[in-house]
């Protein structure tokens, strides 16, 4: 069924893990693709922003970067707090924390969380588009859950704001949280969603949805809008989201 969903999206290579916690099933979609290894690009903002606030470099979601003049997104284009910048993905912004963190302290925490393949690279503020930094699917769902139950090795509070950044969308019967994350290299498209759905009952769903798009001359509004819209019908196909 699930690959019904991505063809009717014109998706020709994914995948897809989905944790149902209450009943402790695990769904994949492409496992050989759940078990690879691949960039983790704007969903490493989760994990900064987790650093930044248990570490205290961010002391809070308000604390303001000041744009620093150059022109790139209109979105992107203005001072803004911790929680503007993670909703709008904010480049900029994040990479200012990750050099105001610093190199050994992020690898202390990489290490500690054992987030992917736990490296670095060259140049810190690249880490998570450049290839060094990379995690499959199934790290991606593991690492929501310890996230949600706070099970990671930072404070609860951090835990907490940063759940509370990652809400997208509330409904009567469901809430969604989650992060896109985009990597673009010669070849095509790399698209994640990665997050969690909480059920009318409360019972949350861990998922991670990974997508490669090799037409890089597509309109990015629509390939962007597949990724949520193809986990939302997963969801559906699930009977979690009504």
């Known amino acids: 069924n699930w690959a019904t969903i991505y063809k009717k999206y ?3 290579s994914a995948g897809f893990e989905l944790l149902e916690q209450s009943k402790e099933r695990v769904f994949m979609y492409k496992k050989a693709n759940v078990s690879t290894r691949y960039s983790p690009a704007s969903t490493f903002k989760i994990f900064l922003s987790l650093v930044a606030l248990h570490t205290g470099v961010a002391p809070n979601e308000d604390m303001i970067i000041k744009w ?5 997104k ?5 001072d803004m707090n911790l929680r503007e910048a993670f909703t709008s993905s904010s480049e900029p912004y994040y990479k200012e924390l990750a050099k105001r963190i610093g190199q050994p302290e992020l690898q202390k925490w990489l290490d500690s969380t054992r987030y992917g393949n736990k490296k670095i690279g060259p140049v810190l503020e690249k880490c998570w588009t450049d290839g060094s930094l990379q995690i499959t699917p199934d790290e991606q769902v593991g690492f929501m ?7 990671l090795p930072f404070d609860k509070r951090s835990q907490r704001l940063v759940r509370s950044m990652m809400l997208r969308e509330t409904q009567p019967k469901y809430k969604m949280y989650y992060k896109t994350g985009t990597e673009v290299p010669a070849t095509g498209y790399n698209l994640w969603l990665v997050g969690f759905v909480e059920d009318s009952m409360n019972h949350p769903y861990f998922f991670a949805n990974h997508i490669y798009w090799p037409d890089t001359t597509a309109d990015f509004a629509v390939i962007d809008s597949v990724r949520v819209n193809s986990t939302k019908d997963i969801f559906k196909e699930m009977g979690v989201i009504k």
Do not use: H, N, Q
Not at 68 to 72: H, L, M, S
Not at 74 to 78: G, I, Q, V
Not at 145 to 151: A, G, I, Q, S, T
């Open 68 to 72: 620093d003049g150059v022109k790139r």
């Open 10 to 12: 014109g998706v020709d």
């Open 74 to 78: 209109e979105k992107w284009d203005k």
């Open 145 to 151: 859950k310890k996230l949600y139950f706070d099970e």
